[in-house]
């Protein structure tokens, strides 16, 4: 009987929602016709009457006062609206409207799977935009006492935002230090330098971490006996310590040439730390972690040095050095060697080594990154950007191979929209962060800053992505409910764009936020009702008069209709209804 008569009310419910949402212009025209029929009983004629001559009887003062509350009023909505776009993206009204109205127009099914339906793809969703929104160590990022200090030293700018050093001292505390440190002093020393906030007191930290290695060797002979008797009981081990010199050459050194001298100090004590714990990472959990540490240790070191080379303008050497380090440690793949190297061969021209690594790195399986697939669509814009001209190419259509260099650029742009209008020189660049966010405004920044160079080597490739670009965006869905060759651009790239790049610099934004209609609406309203009050109060009588002619005007074609009802229709019939 329950399941009766709720069935029942379902089927009421869908009946009235039916009807409001297909008939509602009959209802309109039967509520109006009701209304005229009725006009006598109701006595509207009179009521009518009494509020005209109420409104002749009312002072210009009041029509100032009413337009001039309402231009207020729709002054605190408009500044509300904007309030809540600027922080939740949505218009308030637009929201309530939504959740409130919609389900009593039917806009919304109400059963229960459609609603778990929801919930798991809200959840997919949600899940897809946090793992979209991990935020990556820049596999090119500069040197903080060459290249970042100097930048400030020079314009007095940070070009390093908080959050983005405090995500590299996590990286540093993760890669170079291990549970075993509190063993050796000068790792114990170097393990609360990397947690320093102020880059002096790391700094000197380092210092402090060398002396006492200087210290040891000064007593070498006397200290010996005790270094082996102890490495037996508890693993203390006096060694020299590789990381301090990684952070002098970091942040210390003001050049690149001697940040390539400490690091080369470095690679000859994170050599002799990896090739002892490789020999006794078996021996328990303890040394496993300490050589994994050193591991970490030996591949930044290296990186580093490559680095040096490639800025120095050993760009042959810096190619053998990643080569060498991607064979020996193939299975590293956090510090993306792969771009320093894309980058390297692009500088040597070397596009068939590039299309090698392409080939290696630009799987489905694998992660994507502006490197690879602008990288990807420069090879391919390559071979047609020489001889192309889009007035031909409307003329004749585009050839095989233009068709596949404009897919490629659509591909890169879809990845990473932000990329073009760098590499076309329309938004200024600055140096690119320690950290970036694959598809955003970071990402982008850090591929235009070392690869814009490679794009203008090659001819006619820059005209080609001006030509080609934007008609990515006619092919992704709007509105970006699902992307077209990866997954829907995120919608949290914006916020952590802002966290990672520093506050002089206007950060893109994809997709553009359109104002919503009641933002534009309370804005027309507000200034409209505010110019009414203006000229109410300063041409009361010519105000009236355009309102009495504006009143009549308006109401001329209701009372048209209404004349020509009553003189079709017969009076007889009119009298019998009214008496109803």
């Not at 993206?89 to 339906?117: C, K, M, W, Y």
């Not at 952070?247 to 210390?252: C, F, G, R, T, V």
Request: glycine share 4%; charged share 20%; net charge neutral.
């Amino acid at each position: 009987m329950a399941e009766a008569s709720g069935s029942l009310l379902e089927q009421l419910k869908s009946c009235i929602v039916w009807s409001w949402t297909y008939l509602w212009t009959l209802w309109f025209f039967l509520m109006l016709f009701l209304v005229y029929i009725l006009r006598v009983p109701l006595k509207i004629n009179d009521n009518l009457s009494t509020v005209s001559m109420f409104l002749n009887t009312l002072t210009p003062k009041f029509y100032v006062a009413l337009t001039g509350t309402s231009s207020l009023i729709s002054g605190l909505i408009l500044i509300f609206e904007w309030w809540y776009f600027r922080k939740y993206g949505t218009s308030f009204i637009e929201q309530v409207s939504v959740s409130h109205l919609r389900p009593l127009l039917g806009g919304v099914d109400s059963t229960a799977p459609s609603n778990s339906t929801s919930n798991n793809g809200d959840t997919d969703s949600n899940r897809q935009s946090v793992s979209e929104c991990k935020v990556w160590r820049n596999p090119l990022n500069l040197f903080r006492g060459a290249e970042y200090n100097r930048y400030t030293w020079v314009t007095g700018r940070e070009p390093l935002t908080y959050y983005d050093m405090n995500l590299s001292a996590q990286d540093h505390q993760t890669f170079f230090t291990c549970e075993t440190d509190h063993l050796r002093p000068a790792d114990a020393i170097m393990q609360k330098a990397w947690r320093e906030r102020n880059p002096q007191a790391r700094i000197s930290a380092a210092h402090e971490a060398l002396e006492l290695n200087e210290i040891f060797y000064h007593w070498r002979p006397l200290l010996q006996p005790l270094q082996a008797k102890r490495r037996t009981q508890n693993g203390i081990n006096f060694t020299i310590c590789a990381t301090a010199y990684i952070l002098l050459a970091e942040e210390e050194a003001t050049t690149i040439v001697e940040a390539e001298r400490l690091f080369k100090q470095a690679l000859k004590a994170g050599e002799v730390c990896y090739r002892r714990s490789q020999q006794l990472q078996h021996h328990g959990a303890q040394y496993e972690a300490q050589h994994r540490r050193d591991t970490n240790v030996l591949v930044y070191i290296k990186r580093r040095l490559a680095m040096c080379s490639r800025k120095l303008g050993r760009t042959r050497e810096a190619v053998k050095m990643m080569r060498d380090l991607m064979k020996e440690f193939p299975l590293l793949s956090m510090f993306n060697i792969h771009e320093n190297l894309l980058e390297a061969l692009l500088e040597l021209q070397a596009y068939a080594d590039v299309q090698a690594v392409l080939a290696k790195y630009d799987d489905i399986s694998l992660p994507k990154s502006a490197t690879i697939c602008y990288t990807a669509a420069l090879l391919k814009a390559r071979a047609v950007s020489d001889k192309f001209s889009p007035e031909a190419a409307s003329r004749r259509g585009l050839s095989t191979a233009e068709m596949n260099a404009v897919e490629a650029i659509h591909r890169a742009v879809e990845f990473n929209p932000h990329v073009p209008k760098y590499l076309l020189e329309m938004k200024s660049l600055i140096l690119p962060p320690e950290h970036i966010l694959k598809r955003g405004d970071s990402e982008a920044i850090a591929y235009a800053f070392f690869h814009l160079q490679h794009w203008k080597r090659v001819e006619g490739a820059l005209n080609l992505l001006h030509c080609t670009w934007e008609g990515t965006f006619r092919m992704i869905p709007y509105p970006l409910e699902k992307g077209h060759l990866f997954y829907p651009y995120p919608i949290c790239t914006e916020t952590a764009d802002r966290e990672l790049l520093p506050s002089f610099h206007e950060v893109s934004v994809y997709p553009k936020k359109e104002l919503p209609f009641f933002i534009l609406f309370t804005a027309g309203l507000c200034s409209f009702t505010a110019m009414l009050a203006l000229l109410t109060h300063q041409f009361p009588e010519l105000m009236g008069v355009f309102a009495k002619a504006f009143l009549s005007t308006l109401f001329a074609p209701l009372n048209f209709v209404m004349e020509k009802v009553e003189s079709i229709l017969p009076s007889s019939l009119w009298h019998q209804l009214t008496r109803i």
